[in-house]
């Protein structure tokens, strides 16, 4: 009887789940990421970024692709709201509004941002954590800060 009991909270301790090996979706092809975001549609697209610069997967994360731009990427962010917002922050700073990527015409250094968010309620709109600590927001689409 003692061996039976014994035996069960074996099973039990062994097969609970903290137990097992994290097992990741994929690797991503570059250096370590510095960035995530998810850009929500009906499919979404995954963004990682790296010191070697970004990275997008359309399946989840099960494979990537290197996208542009090239470079040190810092911050991503990308809108629930709007599917067709994405910022990333790195070398430049860049805006993707459906129609590609474009290098956005602003004075706030890209290679200072550490943190990058779309506004939730307005896609037009962001935060950034900038030089010295500075919490930044954006009404114009990252062009004035």
Known sequence: MLLAIVGVVALIYFSAPERHAERPISKLPTGPPTALAIRGAASPRVYAGS??????SSDRGATWQVDQPAGSILAIAASGAD?????????????????GLAIVASKLPGQSVRALAVDPGDARGGFAIGPGQSFLASIARGQNW
């Open 51 to 56: 010191s070697r610069g970004a990275l997008v």
């Open 83 to 99: 599917p067709t917002s994405l910022y990333i922050a790195g070398d430049s700073f860049w805006r993707d509004d459906g129609s």
